[in-house]
Protein backbone atom coordinates (compact mmCIF):
# COMPACT_ATOMS: atom_id res chain seq x y z
CA UNK A 1 0.00 0.00 0.00
CA UNK A 2 1.38 3.46 -1.29
CA UNK A 3 2.29 5.40 1.93
CA UNK A 4 0.20 8.68 1.94
CA UNK A 5 2.78 12.17 3.18
CA UNK A 6 2.01 13.05 6.65
CA UNK A 7 0.27 16.20 6.39
CA UNK A 8 2.50 18.22 9.06
CA UNK A 9 5.52 17.19 7.31
CA UNK A 10 4.04 17.96 3.53
CA UNK A 11 3.41 21.51 5.09
CA UNK A 12 6.90 21.55 6.79
CA UNK A 13 8.28 20.31 3.37
CA UNK A 14 6.39 23.43 1.88
CA UNK A 15 7.51 25.84 3.96
CA UNK A 16 10.98 24.92 3.77
CA UNK A 17 10.76 24.89 -0.09
CA UNK A 18 9.41 28.80 0.01
CA UNK A 19 11.67 29.83 2.51
CA UNK A 20 14.59 29.14 0.15
CA UNK A 21 13.24 31.02 -3.08
CA UNK A 22 14.90 33.72 -4.23
CA UNK A 23 12.94 35.94 -5.93
CA UNK A 24 15.44 39.03 -6.92
CA UNK A 25 16.22 39.71 -10.42
CA UNK A 26 19.94 38.75 -10.20
CA UNK A 27 20.84 34.75 -9.47
CA UNK A 28 21.86 33.71 -6.44
CA UNK A 29 25.01 32.89 -7.38
CA UNK A 30 25.80 35.67 -9.21
CA UNK A 31 25.15 37.76 -5.83
CA UNK A 32 27.39 35.83 -3.79
CA UNK A 33 30.32 35.59 -6.92
CA UNK A 34 30.05 39.71 -6.65
CA UNK A 35 30.08 40.22 -2.75
CA UNK A 36 33.14 37.56 -3.38
CA UNK A 37 35.00 39.48 -5.77
CA UNK A 38 34.31 42.72 -4.27
CA UNK A 39 36.20 41.45 -1.10
CA UNK A 40 39.16 39.97 -3.04
CA UNK A 41 39.41 43.42 -5.39
CA UNK A 42 39.73 44.95 -1.39
CA UNK A 43 42.05 42.47 -0.03
CA UNK A 44 43.94 42.01 -3.63
CA UNK A 45 47.85 43.06 -3.05
CA UNK A 46 48.21 45.74 -6.44
CA UNK A 47 45.29 47.71 -8.60
CA UNK A 48 46.17 45.47 -11.51
CA UNK A 49 44.99 42.52 -9.54
CA UNK A 50 41.71 44.45 -7.75
CA UNK A 51 40.89 45.52 -11.10
CA UNK A 52 40.86 42.35 -12.61
CA UNK A 53 38.51 41.30 -9.88
CA UNK A 54 36.20 44.39 -10.44
CA UNK A 55 35.78 43.67 -14.08
CA UNK A 56 34.96 40.34 -13.20
CA UNK A 57 32.16 41.45 -11.38
CA UNK A 58 31.33 43.86 -13.73
CA UNK A 59 31.11 41.03 -16.33
CA UNK A 60 28.88 38.78 -14.34
CA UNK A 61 26.53 41.06 -13.60
CA UNK A 62 26.34 42.34 -16.55
CA UNK A 63 24.73 39.29 -17.74
CA UNK A 64 21.70 40.09 -15.83
CA UNK A 65 21.75 44.36 -17.25
CA UNK A 66 23.02 45.18 -13.48
CA UNK A 67 25.90 47.02 -12.37
CA UNK A 68 27.79 47.43 -8.86
CA UNK A 69 28.34 50.22 -6.53
CA UNK A 70 29.68 50.46 -3.31
CA UNK A 71 28.10 52.73 -0.65
CA UNK A 72 30.79 53.89 1.52
CA UNK A 73 28.66 55.28 4.47
CA UNK A 74 27.33 51.94 5.69
CA UNK A 75 29.96 49.85 3.81
CA UNK A 76 27.30 47.90 1.49
CA UNK A 77 27.62 46.63 -2.03
CA UNK A 78 24.64 47.63 -3.72
CA UNK A 79 23.43 45.91 -7.19
CA UNK A 80 21.54 48.62 -9.31
CA UNK A 81 19.57 47.83 -12.36
CA UNK A 82 21.98 49.11 -15.65
CA UNK A 83 19.40 51.58 -17.06
CA UNK A 84 19.33 53.52 -13.45
CA UNK A 85 23.04 54.51 -14.48
CA UNK A 86 24.54 57.21 -16.81
CA UNK A 87 27.89 58.22 -16.23
CA UNK A 88 28.44 56.24 -13.38
CA UNK A 89 25.83 58.12 -11.18
CA UNK A 90 22.38 56.79 -10.19
CA UNK A 91 19.72 58.46 -11.84
CA UNK A 92 17.07 59.24 -9.22
CA UNK A 93 14.42 59.92 -12.02
CA UNK A 94 14.30 56.32 -13.46
CA UNK A 95 13.95 54.40 -9.79
CA UNK A 96 10.51 52.91 -10.10
CA UNK A 97 11.04 50.06 -7.99
CA UNK A 98 13.66 50.03 -5.21
CA UNK A 99 13.44 46.59 -4.40
CA UNK A 100 14.79 45.62 -7.61
CA UNK A 101 18.31 46.51 -6.03
CA UNK A 102 19.84 44.07 -4.24
CA UNK A 103 22.23 45.09 -1.39
CA UNK A 104 24.80 43.22 0.57
CA UNK A 105 26.37 44.61 3.93
CA UNK A 106 30.35 43.92 3.51
CA UNK A 107 30.89 44.74 7.14
CA UNK A 108 31.74 41.32 9.28
CA UNK A 109 33.60 39.36 7.08
CA UNK A 110 33.33 35.79 7.55
CA UNK A 111 34.78 34.37 10.36
CA UNK A 112 38.66 33.77 10.02
CA UNK A 113 38.60 31.44 12.57
CA UNK A 114 36.13 29.15 9.87
CA UNK A 115 38.69 30.37 7.28
CA UNK A 116 41.85 28.95 9.05
CA UNK A 117 40.47 25.93 9.62
CA UNK A 118 39.62 25.73 6.11
CA UNK A 119 42.86 26.68 4.98
CA UNK A 120 44.37 24.32 7.42
CA UNK A 121 42.25 21.65 6.16
CA UNK A 122 43.67 22.31 2.39
CA UNK A 123 47.60 22.58 3.28
CA UNK A 124 46.80 19.05 4.79
CA UNK A 125 45.57 18.09 1.53
CA UNK A 126 48.43 19.77 -0.68
CA UNK A 127 50.90 18.23 1.63
CA UNK A 128 49.28 14.24 0.75
CA UNK A 129 49.31 15.08 -2.88
CA UNK A 130 52.71 16.20 -2.72
CA UNK A 131 53.95 13.19 -0.45
CA UNK A 132 51.95 10.44 -3.40
CA UNK A 133 52.56 12.23 -6.59
CA UNK A 134 55.33 14.62 -6.32
CA UNK A 135 56.35 18.65 -6.46
CA UNK A 136 54.28 19.04 -9.86
CA UNK A 137 51.60 18.00 -8.54
CA UNK A 138 52.19 19.62 -5.01
CA UNK A 139 51.95 23.08 -7.03
CA UNK A 140 48.96 22.55 -8.58
CA UNK A 141 46.99 20.98 -5.65
CA UNK A 142 48.44 24.03 -3.91
CA UNK A 143 46.71 26.63 -6.41
CA UNK A 144 43.39 24.82 -6.41
CA UNK A 145 43.87 25.02 -2.49
CA UNK A 146 44.11 29.10 -2.56
CA UNK A 147 41.40 29.20 -5.26
CA UNK A 148 38.81 27.04 -3.13
CA UNK A 149 39.96 28.76 0.53
CA UNK A 150 39.99 32.39 -0.44
CA UNK A 151 37.15 32.47 -3.44
CA UNK A 152 35.38 30.42 -2.12
CA UNK A 153 35.98 29.50 1.95
CA UNK A 154 35.37 26.15 1.39
CA UNK A 155 37.76 23.05 1.65
CA UNK A 156 38.65 21.61 -1.55
CA UNK A 157 36.51 18.13 -1.43
CA UNK A 158 32.85 19.93 -1.60
CA UNK A 159 34.18 21.44 -4.83
CA UNK A 160 31.06 21.56 -7.56
CA UNK A 161 31.80 20.89 -11.09
CA UNK A 162 31.29 24.11 -11.95
CA UNK A 163 34.30 25.42 -9.50
CA UNK A 164 36.33 23.27 -10.17
CA UNK A 165 35.75 23.81 -14.09
CA UNK A 166 35.92 27.95 -13.08
CA UNK A 167 39.30 26.81 -11.52
CA UNK A 168 40.67 24.78 -14.54
CA UNK A 169 39.67 27.00 -16.90
CA UNK A 170 39.83 30.73 -15.45
CA UNK A 171 42.00 30.68 -12.09
CA UNK A 172 45.01 28.22 -12.81
CA UNK A 173 46.06 29.56 -16.14
CA UNK A 174 45.43 33.32 -15.25
CA UNK A 175 46.51 33.30 -11.44
CA UNK A 176 48.91 29.87 -11.01
CA UNK A 177 51.59 31.34 -13.75
CA UNK A 178 51.99 27.26 -14.35
CA UNK A 179 54.71 25.68 -15.95
CA UNK A 180 53.95 23.71 -19.31
CA UNK A 181 54.77 20.39 -17.19
CA UNK A 182 52.04 21.87 -14.71
CA UNK A 183 49.48 22.94 -17.34
CA UNK A 184 49.28 18.81 -18.42
CA UNK A 185 49.14 17.25 -15.07
CA UNK A 186 46.29 19.92 -13.36
CA UNK A 187 43.55 17.92 -14.20
CA UNK A 188 44.95 14.61 -12.91
CA UNK A 189 46.04 16.87 -9.80
CA UNK A 190 42.48 17.68 -9.20
CA UNK A 191 41.57 14.39 -8.92
CA UNK A 192 44.17 13.20 -6.53
CA UNK A 193 42.93 16.29 -3.96
CA UNK A 194 39.78 14.33 -4.08
CA UNK A 195 41.40 10.86 -3.56
CA UNK A 196 43.29 12.33 -0.65
CA UNK A 197 40.21 13.47 0.91
CA UNK A 198 38.25 9.87 0.10
CA UNK A 199 35.56 11.83 -2.11
CA UNK A 200 34.58 11.35 -6.12
CA UNK A 201 35.89 13.98 -8.41
CA UNK A 202 32.75 15.78 -9.44
CA UNK A 203 33.82 15.78 -13.29
Known amino acids: ?12 ATNEQESDEWDEEVPRDTV ?15 DAEATAYREDRA ?33 IDR ?3 TDRAVEVSLSGAAD ?10 NATLVETVATD ?9 RAFADFMSNHYAKQMETATADE ?21 AVEASVRYVFEAADERTPL
Not at 112 to 121: G, M
Open 32 to 46: EAAERLTRLAREAVD
Open 133 to 141: YGEVHRANA
Open 95 to 97: IED
Open 59 to 91: DRLADHDFTARVREDDDTLVLYPSEWIEDGTVQ
Open 112 to 121: PDDWAAIEEH
Open 1 to 12: MEEKPHPDREEA
Open 164 to 184: VREFLSEYFPRNAWPSEEQRD
